[in-house]
């Protein structure tokens, strides 16, 4: 091969453009081809219009290599890739005669009546490859126009997906356009900012070529991406063995390994370590803080559950919060969070447990506007502690932040009230 080959990905249809459904065939496949060493330097998203579909292929056509379009391959007379492509390859249509069977085959086993304009999802470009799709009705094509090379592939995402791992990517090796696959590997660092372990890295950086680097910032860590182009496996792994070394040797201090120290997990290692237990009592949250407690492995040694106590009646007869408190202050409240946080520990017989109670919708609630969330934290040895926020936001926005606070709120409770 003389060059690199570069792809280009071109998603077809009015209801992306409109916003109506997010465009993840293109997000995906980018992915994809870049793990296989392709450059994808461009992406269309065009309507279902004949004319701008031509003109999307006609530029395509005269800078990428590849090029993979996803949607427009079915029944309706809305579904215009394969015209627009015969405008722009010079090439007839003609009914693929397996894939029509198949067809066929559908609607006479289900016993129903078969329209017309199904017979459309059987026609190919005359001369092209057909791709039997063994989870959905419209094939893959395949049709190489000059020097570049097409694929054309059904928008749903599940047949476009089987489609590439089992019949484009065995078509693009046939074809000897894989050189290079990409090989990635993460290094997550925590206690040193972004801008910090940049600086610390501004040389390796600037000189990077292959492998490369790119730092991410997380959620209270920093991912190193490390990607190396190479022929095989074992040739990325020593790129990448001699980058991670010169990395880890100016910033070893900071490295937790190559999973980031979430904040859950944090959580959960500082309570198995010191052989506590804890539970929650959430309001305003919904269950998201045990949700996200519960996805990390090992939960189970450390979390007892948590009671969803949303209405007042739940609070006052599940949890026991008292009648008193809920009127004289209201659901939302320092007392209220207080009391949830020592009533769910009692009740679920663990070391510590922590409470959310708020505002997340438009409406105010006891006097409290939206955003106001009371976080509480009781301990069978420490005293219980409160914190107010002042949130700003959409309601689930509103939500996520109260969860990562609470978890903030959490760690900093344990680190003054177990020191050691």
């Known amino acids: ?14 209801e992306l453009l409109l916003g109506q459904i997010d465009d993840t065939n293109a997000t995906w496949l980018s992915e994809k081809m870049a793990t ?31 090029v993979i379009v996803t949607g427009g391959l079915g029944p309706t007379d809305d579904d215009l890739t394969r015209d627009a492509a015969c405008d722009l390859f010079g090439c007839s249509l003609e009914t693929d005669l397996d894939t029509m069977k198949k067809i066929e085959d559908f609607y006479q086993k289900r016993e129903m009546k078969m329209t017309e304009n ?9 001369g092209a490859t057909v791709f039997q799709n063994e989870v959905g009705m419209a094939p893959g094509l395949c049709y190489r126009h000059e020097e570049t090379v097409w694929y054309f592939l059904p928008g749903v ?55 490369t680097i790119a730092p991410l910032a997380g959620d209270g860590h920093v991912t190193i991406r490390l990607t190396a182009k190479s022929v095989s496996k074992e040739e990325a792994d020593q790129l990448l063995d ?21 904040l859950e997990r944090q959580l959960i290692g500082k309570l198995r370590d010191k052989q506590l237990t804890f539970s929650a009592c959430e309001s ?35 949890v026991n919060i008292p009648k008193e408190i809920l009127e004289r202050f209201g659901a939302v409240s320092e ?11 009692v009740l679920m017989g663990s070391d510590l447990s922590i409470s959310f109670t708020g505002v997340a919708g438009n409406e105010p609630v006891d006097g409290h506007s939206n955003g106001t969330v009371f976080i509480a934290v009781s301990s069978k040895e420490g005293p219980t502690l409160c914190e107010k926020l002042n949130l700003t936001g959409k309601r689930n926005e509103i939500r996520q932040q109260a969860t990562k606070q609470g978890l903030k709120f959490f760690l900093n409770y344990i680190k003054i009230n177990y020191p050691n």
């Open 157 to 211: 995402p599940t047949e476009m997906k089987w489609l590439v791992n089992h019949r484009l990517i065995p078509d693009l090796y046939a074809r000897d356009f894989l050189q290079y696959q990409l090989y990635s590997r993460e290094l997550n660092f925590q206690g040193i900012g972004e801008s910090t372990i940049e600086s610390e890295l501004i040389d390796l950086i600037r000189e990077q070529s292959n492998p």
């Open 335 to 345: 007392e209220c969070a207080r009391s949830m946080a020592e009533r769910s520990r």
């Open 1 to 14: 091969m003389s060059h690199e080959k570069t792809c280009e990905i071109i998603s077809v249809g009015t």
């Open 36 to 66: 296989l060493g392709l450059n994808v330097y461009h992406r269309q998203t065009i309507g279902d219009n004949r004319k701008r579909l031509y003109e999307a292929f006609k530029l395509a056509q005269s800078r990428s290599d590849l």
């Open 284 to 318: 305003i949250t919904g269950g998201l803080f045990a949700s996200q407690i519960v996805s990390e492995s090992g939960a189970s040694d450390v979390f007892r559950g948590a009671v969803v106590s949303y209405t007042n009646e739940v609070k006052q007869h599940v």
């Open 242 to 262: 001699r980058l991670q070394e010169q990395i880890l040797s100016r910033v070893s201090n900071y490295y937790v390994g190559d999973r980031p120290n979430t």
């Open 118 to 126: 199904n017979r459309k999802q059987a026609l190919s470009f005359s």
